[in-house]
């Protein structure tokens, strides 16, 4: 009845969030705009954040399907770990295998990859979706990939 109702073919609604029945209100434009506009720029680090249900992790889909062929993507959906975990997580989203359990050299294979994603003028995203926490430390730890820091701007390849 549902569908028939919509004039649907297909279930819109599933355990994972499907991009095509993205509805842009006013707020999801802005907020896409942002995104968009962040990562266009190089602006390193880029928080997406909303009450859960609101659309952020729909939101995010849609982002990557943007950015399939300009970007390295890595969508990381389970952030409520520790900072160790949350770096395993990335590396195997990434195709690294990695058996290291030392958090500092598990971040130095990260930022390899990052530079060499850099130097071969792609752009590299890291969406992940945070099921409403703010200010989660294995965020924080990942954001900044090799030359940023508080005082330098985000690493960005070079210019022809």
């Known amino acids: 009845m549902f569908l028939e109702f919509f004039g649907l073919r297909e279930q819109p609604f599933g355990v994972t969030p499907d991009p095509r029945y993205l509805y842009l209100g006013a707020a999801h434009r802005e907020a896409l705009a942002s995104l968009y506009y962040g990562i266009e720029a190089n602006r390193g680090f880029l928080s997406l954040v909303a009450r ?3 659309g952020k992790t729909t939101l995010l889909f849609h982002l990557l399907q ?3 062929h300009t970007a390295r993507t890595a969508f990381i959906f389970q952030t409520q770990c520790n900072s160790r975990e949350f770096m395993r997580f990335l590396l195997a989203e990434i195709g690294i295998e990695n ?6 050299r598990m971040h130095e294979q990260f930022n390899r990859v990052l530079a060499q994603e850099a130097r071969a ?3 590299w995203t890291r969406p992940s979706s945070r099921s409403g926490r703010t200010g989660s430390t294995p965020l924080r730890s990942a954001a900044a990939g090799p030359g940023q820091g508080p005082h330098r701007p985000p690493l960005r390849p070079p210019t022809p």
């Open 99 to 104: 058996e290291v359990q030392d958090f500092v």
């Open 121 to 123: 003028g792609r752009r």
């Open 66 to 68: 943007k950015f399939t």
């Open 52 to 54: 859960p249900g609101m």
